[in-house]
C-alpha cells in the first residue's frame, strides 16, 4: 500500500481542505489496518468516507438521533439510546449494538463514551473498522459501489455524489 499524500486526499475531497492535513495520518494508519490497502479499495472507501462525513465536517451525525430511538435492528432497547448512540465516526456507525461491536474492536468504552468516536483518530479507526466488518474490501475488488452505498447508508442515499467521488479517487489513485 502507498500511503494517501495531503495532495491526493484533496483533489478527491476539495472541500475538505481545512481539514485534510489533520485527517491524512490516521486515515493512512486506518486504511492500512482494515486492509484498505489497493487503489480500487481506497477510492472507494474515500468516497464513502467523503459522502457520510461531508468532507471530512462531520464526526457527529447531524440529525439528533430520534429516528433511531426504539429500534431493535440497531440494538436502541434502552430509552435515549437513538440520541445517544447516532451516527459518529466518518462513516457514521449508529445504534447501540454497532458500537458495542467497534467498542470491542477498537478497545474503548462506547456504551459509556460515545463522544470517543468524534476524536479524529478514533472516527477513522471505527469507518476501517465498520469497512472490514462489513466485507467492504470484497465489493470494493468487484468494483460495485451500488453494493459498497448500500451496505453503508442501508439504501443508496446521496448515490450521484458517492459515484462522483469514486470517479475522481480512481484517476487521482491511478
Known sequence: MI???LAQLVAILPYSRPRAATFLAPLNAAMREYGINTPAR???????VGH?????????????GAAYEGRRDLGNTQAGDG??????????????????AC????????????????????????????WQSKGLNA???AGDQVAVT?????????????????????RVLA
Not at 457520510?52 to 440529525?63: C, H, I, K, Q, W
Not at 448500500?150 to 480512481?170: S, W
Request: glycine share 10%.
Open 139 to 141: 465489493l470494493a475488488d
Open 52 to 64: 457520510e462525513s461531508g468532507s471530512l465536517a462531520y464526526v457527529r451525525e447531524l440529525a439528533s
Open 150 to 170: 448500500r451496505r453503508v447508508n442501508g439504501g443508496t442515499n446521496g448515490l450521484v455524489e458517492r459515484l462522483a467521488m469514486f470517479a475522481v479517487a480512481k
Open 3 to 5: 500511503d494517501l499524500t
Open 103 to 130: 467498542g470491542k474492536a477498537l478497545g474503548l468504552d462506547l456504551l459509556a463514551k460515545p463522544e470517543l468516536l468524534e476524536q479524529t483518530i478514533n472516527a477513522c479507526r471505527s469507518a476501517g473498522w465498520f
Open 42 to 48: 481506497q477510492a472507494s472507501f474515500l468516497s464513502q
Open 83 to 100: 440520541v445517544r448512540f447516532k451516527g459518529r465516526g466518518l462513516l457514521q456507525v449508529t445504534g447501540r449494538a454497532n458500537y458495542a
